[in-house]
């Protein structure tokens, strides 16, 4: 009888033996397939565009929170915290700013300077997909392109308020048409990240160095979009003392802006003056004092009213 039991006894053993094996070896060849598509997912673009505007969530995540676009290649995550010069900046991929890697089902980032966070990826669509964090309780949306692809142009306009914060200054460099206006006079402009609102202006005299301006006015603005135009917006600016200007604002390319006033009928060009570069979580270094609220900036959601064109 002892050796039945025994032997009874052997039998389940191994019985339970080569489940318990065969159920580890499922395990870690799923484990495996699952961290190889999530690797093959987030390297299948060049770059996701962080679509800012849908995020949802109560935290954040500070370099996540300030990147347009960022690129997972070999390892290595790329952003770009700029507007300016994206697409020729780490051609296209922006710079340096951490490494990733996929363990159990989880794509985890190390940043440079922040450390380890983890994101569960969904896959929304073949080129959509959202990265959650749980303990910052923050769900981002990126939109997969290849560079050749990218479309410059609509990002330039969904974050032109970011744009124009990209220089210490707007200079004032040709006038066309139109009937004289106290605009005219107004030869330099800043705005600045405070509320998404806050603009300067200045008369000082064509050339004068950054560290010397004097802000004559300041005021708030906002951005409008343009019922039918994708490539076309309307800015607003609010004089502290009263005054209220209205513009076509439109894009030359990344160094330059058209703004066409509409009551005067002028075109005005303006041109970006030193570059902010927003990299490892801080602003370059920049002159005057008054525009140090630059510092440090994150992207905010930012939701625009929208305006017709128009006629003239």
Same mark, same amino acid.
């Given at each position: 009888?002892?050796?039945?039991?025994?032997?009874?006894?052997?039998?389940?053993?191994?019985?339970?033996?080569?489940?318990?094996?065969?159920?580890?070896?499922?395990?870690?060849?799923?484990?495996?397939?699952?961290?190889?598509?999530?690797?093959?997912?987030?390297?299948?673009?060049?770059?996701?565009?962080?679509?800012?505007?849908?995020?949802?969530?109560?935290?954040?995540?500070?370099?996540?929170?300030?990147?347009?676009?960022?690129?997972?290649?070999?390892?290595?995550?790329?952003?770009? *915290? &700029? /507007?300016?010069?994206?697409?020729?900046? +780490?051609?296209?991929?922006?710079?340096?700013? %951490?490494?990733? $890697?996929?363990?159990?089902?989880?794509?985890?980032?190390?940043?440079?300077?922040?450390?380890?966070?983890?994101?569960?990826?969904?896959?929304?669509?073949?080129?959509?997909?959202?990265?959650?964090?749980?303990?910052?309780?923050?769900?981002?949306?990126?939109?997969?392109?290849?560079?050749?692809?990218?479309?410059?142009?609509?990002?330039?306009?969904?974050?032109?308020?970011?744009?124009?914060?990209?220089?210490?200054?707007?200079?004032?460099?040709?006038?066309?048409?139109?009937?004289?206006?106290?605009?005219?006079?107004?030869?330099?402009?800043?705005?600045?990240?405070?509320?998404?609102?806050?603009?300067?202006?200045?008369?000082?005299?064509?050339?004068?160095?950054? *560290? &010397? /301006?004097?802000?004559?006015?300041?005021? +708030?603005?906002?951005?409008?979009?343009?019922? %039918?135009?994708? $490539?076309?917006?309307?800015?607003?600016?609010?004089?502290?003392?009263?005054?209220?200007?209205?513009?076509?604002?439109?894009?030359?390319?990344?160094?330059?802006?058209?703004?066409?006033?509409?009551?005067?009928?002028?075109?005005?060009?303006?041109?970006?003056?030193?570059?902010?570069?927003?990299?490892?979580?801080?602003?370059?270094?920049?002159?005057?004092?008054?525009?140090?609220?630059?510092?440090?900036?994150?992207?905010?959601?930012?939701?625009?009213?929208?305006?017709?064109?128009?006629?003239?």
């Amino acid at each position: 009888m002892k050796s039945i039991k025994l032997l009874l006894l052997m039998v389940l053993t191994g019985i339970l033996f080569h489940s318990c094996t065969l159920s580890d070896g499922e395990q870690f060849e799923n484990d495996f397939q699952n961290n190889q598509y999530l690797r093959e997912i987030v390297s299948q673009y060049d770059v996701w565009y962080l679509d800012y505007h849908r995020t949802i969530g109560s935290g954040d995540i500070a370099y996540v929170s300030r990147a347009f676009t960022m690129s997972f290649v070999n390892g290595v995550l790329y952003a770009n *915290n &700029n /507007i300016v010069d994206i697409g020729r900046t +780490g051609n296209g991929f922006g710079i340096e700013i %951490g490494t990733y $890697d996929v363990f159990n089902g989880l794509l985890e980032i190390n940043h440079h300077l922040d450390g380890v966070y983890n994101f569960e990826v969904t896959q929304l669509s073949p080129n959509e997909i959202s990265i959650y964090n749980p303990i910052e309780n923050i769900n981002y949306y990126l939109i997969g392109y290849q560079i050749s692809q990218f479309d410059y142009d609509k990002l330039f306009y969904e974050n032109i308020e970011y744009f124009l914060q990209e220089y210490v200054d707007w200079e004032k460099v040709e006038t066309v048409g139109g009937i004289p206006t106290a605009f005219d006079n107004e030869n330099y402009m800043a705005f600045t990240p405070e509320d998404m609102t806050t603009f300067y202006s200045s008369q000082d005299t064509f050339n004068t160095q950054i *560290n &010397n /301006i004097h802000w004559d006015f300041v005021g +708030g603005y906002e951005v409008y979009d343009v019922h %039918g135009y994708e $490539d076309l917006k309307i800015l607003t600016l609010y004089y502290d003392h009263g005054g209220v200007e209205e513009f076509e604002l439109s894009v030359r390319n990344d160094r330059e802006i058209q703004l066409y006033h509409f009551n005067s009928k002028t075109n005005y060009w303006f041109s970006g003056r030193e570059l902010i570069y927003y990299s490892k979580g801080k602003s370059s270094k920049k002159n005057g004092k008054d525009l140090e609220k630059n510092k440090g900036r994150k992207r905010t959601k930012v939701s625009r009213r929208t305006k017709h064109r128009k006629t003239f």
